[in-house]
């Protein structure tokens, strides 16, 4: 395998037999496993983002009764201490499956995974076949989707997500039980059934490594810039490697190529093509790949950490200038400094793009700032898309794509995915006619090849992305890092899920007024007397 490959092992009917046990073994072996899925569409947006919590979470469940996982995406990564503290061996799996009840498909979630190399043709010749809700009959002795979830239950290793409450909604619907009603309840049994913890690395985007935007490939991309720079500075950094499949199982695997940066970095800023500002924000835009702007994430992040630097200059300055003036009041200034800082910036809230403003809420000048985020963009696409984008933005992707998770947390995968992944990961606005713009953006998409066309939008990928997202983060944990082994897994972000909107993450956690379900504790008991 040629170096900057990320290997993703396509998982049907005609070969899930043959690739239960290596998927099973991978399961058991991992230090940390990450999990995305595709799916047909969420529904109504509105509800989505309701402030009550509890609403929230029945508009998922409704939306995971009525619509189906169209695919799994599993990422396993094993540490390697015998190499490095931070050096994993990674395992990626894409399940394609089919629901064999009747289910809701959203036109608009199909045009866009079409769009992005979804294979429906595919999924309803070779999809792997589940039932969702209750089991029926003794299905824990057979090969299937629904045990296969057992057994990454039975693992018992930290689960990872991004943006991950729909995630879970629909992964207890369709390969484990009936949803309870209550959310207490539904916390209560992910507690049991995931002891080791749930990490989302969109709350970790936000509240840990405090990046300005937290849609799924900015983040990724993010990290694995600063990982870069750790290394070429012989810091301590993470390192991923893949394995060397053997011949035999070539036609399972779909090898991406993509280098730290995209190739069309370069050519866009020659080209001047602007930054897509609502795209730049959210990882998503109405316009989709028609936009005659860029949605390069190279650009975007550049962008941003021009202007964040301009930003701490700016502060410089001025706090000088203002010593200057008056000596006798610097400590309270200081002081005062300070305090605004942990407003804009700091532990209250994670710090927005919007904030890179000068203190009088203009855009700095010379900048594309990227305007306040709209009352409605969504981040919901059809996990199928990525649900990740802030579901904050739903209701402008209702006026504009009535589709579901699968468009707007597309969002955080569409284009934003396509032009992504990395390889062996550590081992290694100019004011110009639209048409010129629109020419430009095309050949700089075009200069992307099939990585941005074809089969681009995987939850196989997608979970490759998490994963690597929260290894990042954990090893960043670990330098900092004093307590004891007695702690959990990376204790900042353990049991704690992203709510738009919210300033504070759902916890998942047993509560004391709520039970665990009739249903989950029939399914424990399965678990455990057949693991």
């Known amino acids: 395998m040629a170096r900057g490959q990320v290997p993703v092992v396509d998982v049907q009917s005609d070969n899930f037999t043959e690739l239960w046990p290596s998927m099973v073994l991978a399961l058991r072996t991992a230090t940390f496993i990450a999990v995305d899925t595709e799916l047909s569409g969420l529904g109504t947006r509105k509800a989505l983002l309701s402030p009550c919590i509890d609403e929230r979470y ?92 057992l057994e990454l239950i039975r693992a018992k290793k930290p689960l990872i997500l991004h943006n991950g409450l729909i995630d879970l909604v629909f992964l207890y619907q369709c390969f484990y039980a009936h949803l309870p009603d209550s959310l207490g309840t539904f916390t209560s049994d992910l507690s049991e059934m995931f002891p080791a913890g749930i990490y989302d690395t969109k709350y970790a985007s936000e509240f840990e490594t405090r990046f300005v935007a937290s849609y799924l490939e900015y983040a990724y991309k993010k990290c694995k810039r600063e990982n870069s720079k750790l290394k070429d500075s012989s810091s301590q950094h993470i390192s991923v490697e893949f394995c060397n499949y053997p011949a035999n199982m070539s036609r399972y695997i779909d090898y991406r190529h993509c280098s730290l940066e995209e190739a069309s970095h370069s050519e866009g800023e020659a080209n001047k093509v602007p930054v897509c500002e609502k795209f730049s924000a959210y990882g998503w835009c109405p316009n989709g790949v028609k936009c005659p702007q860029s949605h390069n994430i190279d650009l975007i992040i550049d962008e941003d950490d021009k202007l964040c630097e301009k930003v701490k200059k700016r502060k410089h300055r001025r706090k000088r200038r203002k010593n200057a003036e008056e000596p006798g009041k610097t400590l309270e200034q200081e002081s005062s400094g300070k305090e605004m800082e942990l ?46 984008e802030d579901l904050r933005s739903t209701e402008e992707t209702a006026a504009v794509s009535p589709s579901a998770k699968g468009n707007a947390r597309n969002s955080d995968q569409v284009e934003g995915k396509s ?27 075009a200069s992307q090849g099939p990585c941005s066309q074809v089969g681009t939008h995987r939850a196989g990928f997608d979970a490759f992305m998490t994963g690597y997202i929260m290894a990042y983060v954990w090893m960043l944990k670990k330098r900092k ?29 047993k509560s004391s007024f709520s039970k665990s379900s009739t249903a989950h504790n029939q399914k424990m008991k399965l678990v455990w007397a057949t693991g």
């Open 58 to 149: 029945k508009a998922v469940c409704n939306a995971a009764r009525t619509r189906s996982v169209l695919s799994l995406g599993v990422a396993c990564f094993k540490q390697l201490p015998e190499k490095s503290e931070n050096t994993f061996l990674c395992q990626i799996y894409n399940l394609t499956l089919l629901c064999t009840e009747d289910y809701v498909v959203e036109p608009q979630s199909v045009q866009f995974l079409v769009q992005h190399g979804f294979d429906f043709n595919k999924q309803y010749s070779q999809g792997i076949p589940y039932h969702k809700g209750n089991d029926k009959g003794n299905e824990s002795q057979i090969q299937s989707v629904r045990t296969f979830f």
């Open 343 to 388: 407003i804009q910036n700091g532990e209250e809230e994670p710090p927005r793009k919007q904030s890179c403003y000068d203190t009088d809420g203009r855009p700095l000048e010379g900048e594309n700032s990227t305007a306040m985020e709209p009352e409605g963009s969504s981040d919901t696409s059809t996990h199928g898309g990525r649900q990740e």
């Open 419 to 445: 032009e992504v992944l990395a390889g062996m990961v550590s081992t290694n606005h100019p004011d110009i006619p639209e048409t010129e713009a629109a020419c430009a953006a095309r050949k700089q998409n």
């Open 481 to 509: 890092s004093t307590g004891t082994d007695a702690e959990p897994w990376c204790p900042d972000c353990h049991n704690k899920l992203y709510l738009s909107g919210k300033s504070v993450p759902l916890q998942i956690v």
